[in-house]
């Protein structure tokens, strides 16, 4: 008898004591394995508006609830006794009659609506329990018919509710819907565009929505690795168009974009999944930007496997320097020594003073090497006269180009004689190895934070694949880019016009954060190929508090804002792990020290959580915040000349790279923002960087 896994049995497992869920586990291991035993006490739910369901005993007080219907056996919640009762009976199994997807469909009644919400009760035909005085919003629907209604998956009995919601009572009502339905009807509160769902197909339960509350179960195995981590809900259900991506088979490079916390990372790690079960030579590179970041993949992808030794043995997971610092230490035998930024700029300005070149800034000749010369690899003379030099403004001439090479050319015999390369050059001198060589140390390679990529690092990515339609995935938002210019892919040969798709619904940060975080970003963003970004219709799919900003007198009346404001979010049950507090650089940490040590709230500094580092709180430049996230999210001492920073501001050699350097200082604040699940605060000392006005004003 197929067993089927409903999202709702993983979200009551998560909540259960972890004893608890061991008793549980087994209860549905056996009911899986042999469901006709005798030990297995069924009762079915009397009082349930759905005659399938059966309640099983898992110990004296806990129970499960599951669905008998044909031939098959549906997990469906459990939980103590009386409310695992209380649950059934107030649920149905159906399919929805216009979408055709199975839907667990909550029968109404009473619902209480949280403070902040209001609504007459005429307006609502539920009974509230908590309202506030204030005249009722205006109904948000009203011009929707209910055929519209039907199609996006709303449940028959559930019509006249959402036809009279209002902005205020629209959230409580949306957590009682089934998700297509809510996302639906959220997306057209934001866009006025109604996206119907995938039409009826032959097997309810293959329906895209169906799929994403259900997962029919293979066999004992899978079972074991859905129910092995309950909180972890993406490992099992997918949002139709994370699947859609995932499974799908492509004819050339693929990326997948979409704001922050809309699962790009997950649809990253369940498409090296999907690789390795269908292609059994597979050997895949999951890759990122830095060290932590390719940790927590690591993590993250051991949820989704039982088969870890598969894992270990046909999947790399490294950032894009350390894999390219391990495959040159694997096709040289030795260790590449790299020269950092500071060294080559002290190279650039001894190689001025021998060249005797006057007349360009420092800061330009320190640009013009790292964003030109370095990353297109440029060796000479030749390669420098024909180089686009895309994007900068000033234009050089043939005569000030030769005079640059002077200096240029210096440099780069000064790092051969010191035998240093720079990151660029690494990269560089392991692709034109790669790129001679039929074999490749990875069959696909897969890239997280992918808008942080380089012209270096996308040339060697490409070069140590081979060259097969759907070798190369991308996952990555260009409002989050950070740190690298922009340039064009298709010019490198990587074109993934026709396979980008968007990402929309929010996981990670509530309504408010998400609304207050995206006034930092246009809402259309063009890449340098003509990708657009469409930023609107993004929804979030749960509701919180209102995110603080406070403009604060003195960095003193700035610590005591913030400390109240981590005080209530300790006193709330929020644990310091899941909190972080961000500043701009490094030289603004004792600001945030201070506030955390005024809430006595433990902390550390590093992003790359050590074993007993699990009960403290993240204190730390906003660059660490890169792929995190956190229940709170404090962002201080946004100061004027702190954001966007000064000494960058001042550092720009040109006006291309000034709108560059404001565009990467909005955006940072943006990523860090939109680390907060529940919380955030944001502030600075009047009067405050111009970013905050942003945050704050309603356009
Ligand atoms: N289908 C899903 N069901 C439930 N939760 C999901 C789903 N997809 C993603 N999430 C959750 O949403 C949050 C954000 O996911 P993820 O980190 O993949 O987003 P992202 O787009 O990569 O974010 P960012 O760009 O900010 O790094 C995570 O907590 C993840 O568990």
């Known amino acids: 008898m197929p067993t089927i896994l409903a999202d709702t049995f993983t979200s009551s497992l998560a909540r259960l004591a972890n004893d608890e869920q061991k008793q549980a586990k087994l209860t549905a291991f056996d009911l899986q394995t042999n469901p006709d035993q005798p030990s297995l006490q069924f009762h079915r739910i009397d009082k349930s508006k759905d005659p399938n369901f059966w309640s099983v005993r898992v110990s004296r007080d806990l129970r499960l609830i599951v669905h008998k219907s044909g031939d098959s056996l549906m997990l469906a919640y459990v939980g103590h006794h009386d409310e695992a009762y209380k649950w059934a009976e107030r649920r149905r199994i159906e399919t929805h009659?216009?979408?055709?997807?199975?839907?667990?469909?909550?029968?109404?009644?009473?619902?209480?609506?949280?403070?902040?919400?209001?609504?007459?009760?005429?307006?609502?035909?539920?009974?509230?329990?908590?309202?506030?005085?204030?005249?009722?919003?205006?109904?948000?629907?009203?011009?929707?018919?209910?055929?519209?209604?039907?199609?996006?998956?709303?449940?028959?009995?559930?019509?006249?509710?959402?036809?009279?919601?209002?902005?205020?009572?629209f959230f409580v009502l949306a957590g009682h819907l089934p998700q297509e339905a809510s996302e639906a009807l959220l997306e057209y509160a934001a866009t006025g565009i109604l996206q119907r769902a995938a039409a009826p197909v032959a097997n309810p339960m293959a329906h895209p929505?169906?799929?994403?509350?259900?997962?029919?179960?293979?066999?004992?195995?899978?079972?074991?690795?859905?129910?092995?981590?309950?909180?972890?809900?993406?490992?099992?259900?997918?949002?139709?168009?994370?699947?859609?991506v995932v499974e799908r088979d492509y004819s050339g490079p693929?990326?997948?974009?979409?704001?922050?916390?809309?699962?790009?990372?997950?649809?990253?790690?369940?498409?090296?999944?999907?690789?390795?079960?269908?292609?059994?030579?597979?050997?895949?590179?999951?890759?990122?930007?830095?060290?932590?970041?390719a940790g927590a993949l690591r993590r993250k992808l051991a949820v989704l496997s039982v088969d870890h030794q598969s894992l270990e043995s046909r999947v790399t997971v490294a950032s894009f320097r350390r894999i390219c610092e391990e495959l040159y230490a694997l096709t040289t035998g030795r260790k590449a020594h790299i020269a950092d930024r500071d060294q080559v700029r002290e190279l650039i300005e001894k190689a001025r003073q021998d060249a005797g070149v006057q007349g360009f800034t420092s800061r330009f000749l320190a640009s013009e090497w790292e964003n030109v010369v370095d990353a297109w690899h440029i060796g000479d003379a030749a390669g420098?006269?024909?180089?686009?030099?895309?994007?900068?403004?000033?234009r050089l001439g043939q005569k000030q180009r030769e005079v640059l090479w002077q200096v240029f050319s210096r440099v780069r015999e000064a790092l051969k004689q010191r035998a240093l390369f720079t990151l660029a050059s690494l990269f560089e001198a392991v692709t034109t190895t790669y790129?001679?060589?039929?074999?490749?140390?990875?069959?696909?390679?897969?890239?997280?934070?992918?808008?942080?990529?380089?012209?270096?690092?996308?040339?060697?990515?490409?070069?140590?694949?081979?060259?097969?339609?759907?070798?190369?995935?991308?996952?990555?938002?260009?409002?989050?880019?950070?740190?690298?210019?922009?340039?064009?892919?298709?010019?490198?040969?990587?074109?993934?016009?026709?396979?980008?798709?968007?990402?929309?619904?929010n996981y990670r940060t509530s309504q408010q954060i998400r609304v207050m975080a995206d006034r930092l970003l246009p809402q259309m963003i063009r890449d340098v190929d003509g990708l657009e970004d469409d930023r609107r219709g993004a929804i979030s799919v749960f509701d919180g508090l209102d995110p603080t900003v406070v403009i604060a007198e003195d960095a003193q009346a700035e610590r005591a804002a913030a400390?109240?404001?981590?005080?209530?979010?300790?006193?709330?049950?929020?644990?310091?792990?899941?909190?972080?507090?961000?500043?701009?650089?490094p030289e603004l940490l004792p600001r945030a020290r201070a506030i955390a040590d005024a809430a006595?709230?433990?902390?550390?500094?590093?992003a790359a959580q050590k074993p007993g580092d699990d009960a403290l709180a993240l204190v730390g430049i906003m660059h660490l915040a890169k792929g995190l996230e956190f229940r709170a999210v404090l962002i201080i001492a946004c100061d004027e000349g702190a954001l966007p920073l000064a000494a960058r501001v001042e550092d720009v050699a040109d006006e291309f790279e000034l709108d560059e350097v404001i565009a990467t200082e909005r955006q940072l604040l943006y990523v860090a923002a939109t680390r907060a699940r529940d919380r955030l605060f944001v502030?600075?000392?009047?009067?405050?960087?111009?970013?905050?006005?942003?945050?704050i004003s309603k356009h």
């Open 209 to 244: 929505d169906s799929m994403r509350r259900f997962r029919v179960l293979e066999g004992v195995d899978e079972l074991q690795a859905a129910l092995d981590a309950p909180f972890e809900k993406w490992a099992v259900f997918l949002h139709p168009l994370q699947r859609g």
């Open 563 to 585: 400390a109240a404001f981590l005080k209530a979010a300790l006193a709330d049950g929020i644990a310091p792990q899941q909190i972080a507090i961000f500043v701009r650089s």
């Open 97 to 169: 009659p216009t979408t055709g997807a199975v839907q667990i469909v909550e029968v109404r009644e009473r619902i209480e609506v949280a403070p902040p919400a209001q609504a007459s009760q005429e307006s609502l035909p539920f009974e509230i329990v908590k309202t506030r005085v204030a005249p009722p919003a205006p109904p948000l629907f009203e011009k929707l018919t209910s055929g519209d209604l039907l199609s996006v998956g709303v449940p028959q009995d559930w019509l006249s509710d959402v036809a009279r919601a209002n902005e205020e009572s």
């Open 435 to 505: 790129a001679a060589r039929s074999d490749k140390p990875f069959t696909h390679v897969i890239v997280d934070e992918a808008q942080d990529l380089g012209v270096p690092e996308l040339r060697f990515l490409a070069a140590i694949t081979p060259d097969k339609p759907d070798a190369l995935f991308f996952a990555g938002d260009i409002g989050q880019r950070i740190f690298q210019q922009p340039f064009s892919w298709k010019e490198l040969g990587i074109d993934v016009r026709g396979r980008s798709f968007t990402l929309k619904v």
């Open 683 to 695: 502030s600075g000392v009047a009067p405050g960087s111009e970013f905050l006005e942003d945050l």
């Open 600 to 606: 006595s709230l433990p902390f550390r500094t590093v």
């Open 254 to 293: 693929a990326r997948i974009a979409g704001s922050a916390g809309t699962g790009k990372t997950v649809v990253a790690l369940h498409r090296v999944m999907r690789i390795l079960r269908t292609d059994p030579n597979a050997h895949i590179l999951l890759t990122t930007f830095s060290d932590p970041l």
């Open 384 to 394: 420098y006269a024909e180089v686009p030099r895309m994007g900068r403004k000033n």
